[in-house]
């Protein structure tokens, strides 16, 4: 009898397919697997395919099919105009009158943001915007302190030259991030840096979408349209950089 401890044709522990010992060098090579040389690098992902031009096509005419964003801008802002203007006419002091009217300004800047991204983004998944998609955004506590903090960043970033320009290319997709997946305004941020970091003609998109925003802005009746577009172009290529489609 042999005096092996193991029983014949059982495998033996640490061997290539069981136990806990790794395989040896080489190991992989005499069963016939592939090796990648240690020197080639490995592949990289296929960055993502933006087309600008299908980029501001697509906004443009999802801008039309839904005029429910059209009108958010002015319907937030006749709606805090009438909240900021009743708590200013109950305060007789002029500096008081400050306190209450620049913040009522900046939170009605976050609110309408919001609202828009939250619709923009349901566009682009091919949902139905109806005026719940503005006031209450999936997940809208942490794309606001997402927004809050990625503000912030960007004022220290501007004070070197170009900074806040990279700041804002790279936290682009924060709000959508937070909202479309659900995490924290610390993890959106990470995840906006992520995705904008693959490059491709994303940067292109930012530049065309700087051109029509400060065209936008010369009339109201621009503004009105090219924020909702602003807004549809940034849910395009969030979709896009996460590596799918909007919704045709």
């Not at 136990?19 to 240690?38: E, I, K, L, S």
Request: glycine fraction near 12%.
């Amino acid at each position: 009898m042999s005096d092996s401890p193991y029983s014949p044709g059982a495998p033996i522990s640490g061997g290539h397919y069981g136990g806990d010992m790794p395989p040896t060098a080489g190991a992989d090579a005499a069963y016939g697997y592939p090796q990648t040389p240690a020197y080639m690098p490995s592949p990289r992902p296929p960055v993502p395919r933006i087309e600008v031009g299908d980029a501001v096509k697509w906004a443009w005419s999802k801008t039309f099919a839904n005029p429910l964003i059209i009108a958010w801008i002015p319907l937030s802002l006749a709606g805090m105009g009438l909240v900021v203007g009743g708590l200013l006419s109950l305060v007789d002091d002029d500096s008081l009158n400050a306190a209450i009217g620049i913040p009522g300004v900046l939170v009605w800047a976050l609110i309408m943001y919001l609202g828009i991204q939250s619709a923009a983004l349901r566009v682009a998944r091919g949902e139905r915007v109806t005026l719940r998609s503005f006031v209450a955004p999936p997940n809208g506590f942490d794309a606001a302190a997402a927004l809050v903090l990625v503000g912030l960043a960007s004022v220290v970033a501007s004070l070197v030259p170009f900074g806040g320009v990279v700041a804002g290319y790279f936290f682009w997709v924060t709000a959508m991030a937070a909202m479309n997946e659900g995490c924290s305004c610390f993890t959106a941020i990470g995840r906006s840096c992520r995705l904008m970091k693959q490059g491709g003609n994303a940067p292109v998109v930012l530049l065309v979408l700087g051109v029509i925003h400060l065209v936008g802005m010369l009339t109201a009746v621009g503004w009105l349209i090219t924020g909702p577009m602003v807004a549809l172009m940034t849910a395009y290529v969030y979709m896009r950089m996460s590596g799918g489609d909007v919704a045709r």
